[in-house]
């Protein structure tokens, strides 16, 4: 049996003026692509809507219809508006400010304090003897303090009467003098003693005059300045809540120091009225108290149940002006805050 054999087919050549055409036309796609891949690169997506039109022109029946279009008309010619002139903004200069004023120095707001008028106390001891004199003191303001000497007779009576109009009550207790060395002195109070038997006399003193406040010394002048001696009476006037004024018959009274180391109140007197019981003496005494008041702003005086001077400070008393009678007990509190620098609490 024999092999078939497809029968071979003989090629034709291509005529000259085709393969021109095939090259002509292959040369204007290759154009084609160049052109709209260049299109694209500069005009971006924009470029691709005249791509219909590029591919009739690249075509050859559009090659052959651009040959046979109408004539050619240049494209409107693009008139550029010149840029409108646009006024630079104007620099506005700020007016100089106006230089601060210099501050001013801040005064401080002191509240102006009323004028405090000079505080006198005025104390009258000897009180429970004379009982004319005694009643004639009972008659002063009530601001003056009286002192009772524990034993007349008449003391507990008067010294009541006085506490009922008013007036501040301390105790004279006798204490050691010069003169006393033979103890003519009625139950004083001495160095010499037990300070068992001085606490007697002072409990025995106290117990004979009613509603006191404090004390203060009756002569004295030996006992007062023995540091030792005062040291039992301080602690037993601290335990009843009293004052010691110094009557100041030495100076070298230790009342007030030892006093105050014990927490007890004390301060001296300033003024003596009546070492001179003549009224000229008197009256003059009255205006070296004035004095003392208005330079330390408090002063304490003490004077005597005698005629002359109790016609003169009842003259006085009723006649001040200018100055304030306060009792013992605030100007010795007025007198330890000056010396100590300390305001203490008034009762």
Not at 44 to 59: I, N
Not at 232 to 252: H, I, K, N, Q, W
Request: with cysteine.
């Amino acid at each position: 049996m024999s092999r078939w054999s497809p029968n071979r087919q003989t090629r034709r050549a291509t005529p000259p003026r085709i393969a021109f055409n095939r090259l002509a036309r292959r040369a204007l796609e290759a154009v084609f692509w160049m052109l709209l891949l260049l299109a694209a690169g500069i005009g971006g997506p924009g470029a691709l809507e005249g791509l219909p039109k590029l591919a009739d022109l690249v075509t050859p029946s559009g090659v052959l219809e651009a040959q046979a279009s109408t004539k050619w008309e240049a494209p409107a010619q693009v008139v550029f508006q010149p840029l409108t002139h646009v006024a630079p903004t104007p620099v506005v200069k700020l007016a100089a400010a106006a230089p601060l004023p210099a501050p001013q120095p801040v005064k401080p707001v002191v509240s102006t304090p009323k004028a405090k008028l000079p505080l006198i106390a005025l104390v009258i001891d000897d009180m429970g003897g004379d009982i004319v004199q005694n009643r004639r003191a009972i008659a002063l303001p009530k601001e003056v303090s009286l002192s009772f000497l524990p034993y007349p007779e008449d003391t507990p009576r008067l010294a009541r009467s006085a506490r009922e109009a008013g007036h501040q009550i301390l105790v004279h207790v006798p204490m050691e003098a010069p003169r006393d060395r033979d103890g003519s002195l009625k139950n004083a109070l001495r160095r010499d003693l037990p300070v068992e038997e001085n606490l007697r006399r002072l409990d025995e003193a106290l117990s004979r005059v009613e509603g006191y406040a404090g004390i203060n010394n009756h002569e004295g002048s030996v006992f007062t300045a023995d540091r030792h001696a005062l040291v039992p009476v301080a602690e037993a006037l601290y335990g009843r809540g009293m004052f010691f004024l110094d009557s100041r018959t030495t100076p070298l009274s230790q009342v007030v120091a030892v006093s105050r180391a014990f927490g007890v109140p004390s301060a001296d007197r300033d003024i003596f009225l009546d070492d001179d019981q003549a009224s000229p003496a008197v009256a003059h005494q009255l205006k070296e108290l004035e004095r003392v008041a208005r330079e330390q702003g408090v002063a304490i005086a003490i004077g005597h149940p005698h005629a002359a001077t109790l016609d003169l400070v009842t003259r006085w008393c009723a006649e001040l002006k200018g100055y304030r009678l306060i009792k013992a007990s605030d100007a010795i509190r007025l007198k330890t805050e000056l010396d100590v620098g300390v305001e203490m609490a008034s009762k």
